[in-house]
């Protein structure tokens, strides 16, 4: 055994290409397995840390019963928290030509954290208009000690004195340059409010095990006040989880092609190792002996491989939390700690991958007889039997039809579908090019000459066949990314057009509502802006029967002219809308996604919890979502949600305006600023929401760039392979005197119709892969009619055209060294 | 008439750090239509003299004239058409593609000269004929015997109609019936078409089929004679 396993090490690095290869084509579908894996945890850990750093480690919220924005704690009983922290939160923009957002919160010393601040002794005499930043502000915005911030709060000009610096951490942990944090002494703020010993924010810890269990004693015990979570982790794996699929989409596509080219490269490795595998036989080793070591062989590469991949799984997953660490331009990374069971499961799927692609190849040379294999013998070219042919078709026109049927459970299987559509894609095609190339080469051969003999080889040269799976796998997968982007663009600027409005005020901090409705009041006097068009849409997060929910508060009488992408105009919801604006009992519109999840339908009663309130609405109907908030949501009147649910929090403010958008924002951007809201014309907006997608686009992108890379290397590869298989043919060619100049035509033109072919092939077969990703993003709940942009496809063959000819190069320069005689010759 | 004259001809390989001398200092000449079988022992040079003589390999020294044309003076490209109209070539394990028809296979010199294959089908019925190969032309070398496949070898070598066809142990790889057959088979080729044959073989027996007999060994010419049938 111990002089197999030295051949095999031998064996293994006198190809160091192939060896190279090998290892890197593992080491990326691990490493990206590894990513998939890990991704969710990674990113939702980023969210979390930034969310609990800003609110100091606290877990819970508590608000008061009867939505009061302004209340005191003294009938608070303590009882499932601990370590209360009462803020006087508010929003204020520093009085300078950018109106930089500031969050004020107002605090007695005794809720300020001693150990973060860096400089400044304030301690004892925190009071009236003095303001402590963060060092990333200070320094950002050349504030010290004893400088002046002036700000405009509700309202009015004031201006504070820094008099303490803290470090980034905690409340500041999100400060950048543009919007940031101050603490301000309470009694500032108590004076700006007009209130007394009064908080509009309230966060605590938990004291129980679970955040569960400690709300629920919570709410038991107290009757004004309510303990909710802090944020909503699930929402946010969720949203993650959307991305997540796509990983795995991706992931997919890797693994395939890294099949492929471990098989192309074993199968070259065994062919290559028949002689000595003749002279084990012909020594009295049992096939079992040579399976083995050929096996050993394909472990030890997984290994390495395997090995590889954790490293870069551990650096794609370093490459994800720096990609959604919010803080990284200011050099500050999320820390993550590599969950040591996604190593080990990367390693095992290396090893599975290299042992399952090598199978093909190894259970191959059952079939070849010891004599042949000592002479060298055995045949490189094959046969296209029809049996693949016949049941890639009927696979491929299963998919195709039930594609077809608008049938829920095929929205389940949209992921096997597009899987298995893609493999009989695979077993299909090189019969249509055995066929086509038969009736093409067998009319035209004497006028193609060199290119007849091209298009007739890549029939019969696996290598070269297995150049086409590559190509249309790299395709497939730049064609996919381009129609996810492609069609998000489309949706979004599609619904854009259909939504009304040509201002948006957004990202009101804190809970006061009375500051936006004084804010409102001021909008109604501006002459440039329709009045009558200005209304506020609410967001809520509910449960229904214990079921996630996202609630839309909306002005019945507006909402219906602002939002016509959900088409409420339309006669076919006139009745629904009616009994939503009109009726006298409480009633919601559901999202028809909604209502499937819910289980309802027309005229159910839900039981609805909102802010831990609960309220029994009647369903008044249901439309068809779209795309708006993925297509699950809830529409209430915003004034059931203010009055029964107490959420006095509105998300944005929209209106019409009478002149230029764009002049309107300019006039009333100073006092929507005061009152700490943000402003966006129709054309910002839609430029914000379009950007945001391009980022999710944007990682999905490194797929593709890794899916073009294996896919060049595999072709490399192939080629030489292709190459090395067939040096003797080419030789025989020689011989009869074909020149070396159209060997290298013929291998040129053998590289482009590999390329050509995978147009071809893959051309139709988009059509089929965007209808079943449309069902796909319906799975994953982010409905997007998917399109197939053909436009792009001259692009993408030019691509493919010059990845090929540039792995032709080391052929050609292989070719120019073949020697006819030692190919030959039998002596 | 000469079709092929060798002169002072030597051909020395490196083997490790050693110089083997396989050919040394050969000088005969080959008359055209005639029927040259060169014998000798294993590793005696009488491959690389012939592959010498097709123009495949270089000689270290010497010269080898096909049709009075020296080939050293030939680019390869000259070398390459040459082979492809001027010499077909036989080889022990027939080379044939295995992804193309027997009459592909034939065709193969025609198509990579860029001639229009309808000007030759009479040419290659003709050739199926004579190599008795007509019923077989559409299918693969693979669905054939060694014999068969060895005459679609010959068949190829025959399409462009070449003055000189080189025989690289053409029959080492057959029966005794096959081989005798395809034996009777250049003997026909160079009585009634007027080919010039050169022949490499171990076998007497088929040696004896030429016109002349070229005794190597130790890469040196041992005799050179002329056989009476």
Known sequence: MKVFIKYILKSMLEKKARFFLLIFAIAMSSGLFIGSMGAIDVATGSFSKTILQGFEEKEVLITTMDGDVFYNTNSIIEKGVKDLLPVLLGNAVMDNEDLTNITIHGRETKYINKDNIIEGNFWDSFKGKEAIISKRISEELNLHMGDSINIIFNGKKETLKVVGVNSNHGLFYSDQKGDFTIIAPYDFMEEMYGVNNKYNLLLANKTEDTLKESIEIFNNANKDFKASELFDEEAIENQIGQLTTYFYLMLTIVVLMSGVIIYGSFKLTITERLPVIGTFFSQGATRGNVKAILYLENILYGGIGGILGVATGMGLLYLVNYSVSPLKEYGIIESFAFNIWYGVFGLIFALILSIISCTIPILGSDGLQVKDIILNHVNTTTELGWWRFILGSIILIAVVILNLLKVTLLIELSPILLIISLIALLLVYPKIIDLFTNFLFSRLKGTLKITGLALNNIKTSKALLGNITLIIISILAIVIINSVGFSVKEAVTGAYTDINFDISITNFKGGDHTLREMLIAKLKEEPDIDGMSIHEVYVANGKVEDNNAIIIGVEPKKYREYNQYLSLKDEVYEEVYNRFENSSIKNVILSESMAKKLNVGEGDLLNMEINGLNKEFTVAGLIDGKLYYSGGFILMDSKDLKDDFKFLTSNEIFLNTTKNPEEVKKDIEKVVKEFGGSISTFEESKKINLEGNQQFINVLSIFSLMAIVIGALGAINNMLISFIQRKKELAVLSSIGMTSRQRGAMLTLESLFCVVWSMVITIPYCYLVTSILSKLTKLIGLPLDINFNIKTMPLFFMAATIMILLATIPVLLNNRKLSIIHEIKYE | ?229
């Open chain 2, 1 to 229: 008439m000469k079709s092929i004259t060798v002169e002072n001809l030597y051909k020395s390989f490196k083997v490790g750090k050693d110089n083997v001398e396989v050919l040394k200092n050969l000088t005969f000449s080959v008359e055209k239509g005639s029927f040259l079988s060169i014998m000798g022992p294993s590793g005696c040079g009488k491959s690389t003299l012939l592959y010498l003589l097709g123009g495949l390999d270089k000689p270290t020294s010497g010269k080898v004239l096909i049709n009075e044309k020296d080939l050293s003076t030939l680019k390869e490209k000259q070398k390459s058409l040459m082979r492809r109209k001027e010499i077909g070539f036989v080889f022990q394990f027939y080379n044939l593609v295995p992804n193309l028809s027997v009459e592909d296979n034939i065709m193969l010199p025609l198509i990579l000269d860029g001639k229009k294959l309808k000007d030759y089908e009479e040419k290659l019925k003709e050739l199926l004929d004579i190599t008795g190969m007509s019923h077989k032309r559409k299918v693969t070398p693979r669905e054939l015997s060694g014999g068969q496949q060895q005459r679609v070898a010959i068949a190829r070598a025959l399409i462009f109609e070449p003055e000189i066809i080189l025989l690289d142990e053409p029959i080492g790889n057959l029966d005794s019936k096959s081989g005798n057959d395809i034996m009777k088979l250049f003997k026909r080729i160079n009585k009634d078409m007027g080919k010039t044959l050169i022949q490499v073989t171990h076998s007497h027996e088929s040696a004896m089929f030429g016109t002349s007999l070229l005794d190597l060994k130790d890469g040196e010419v041992v005799s050179q004679k002329e056989i009476v049938c």
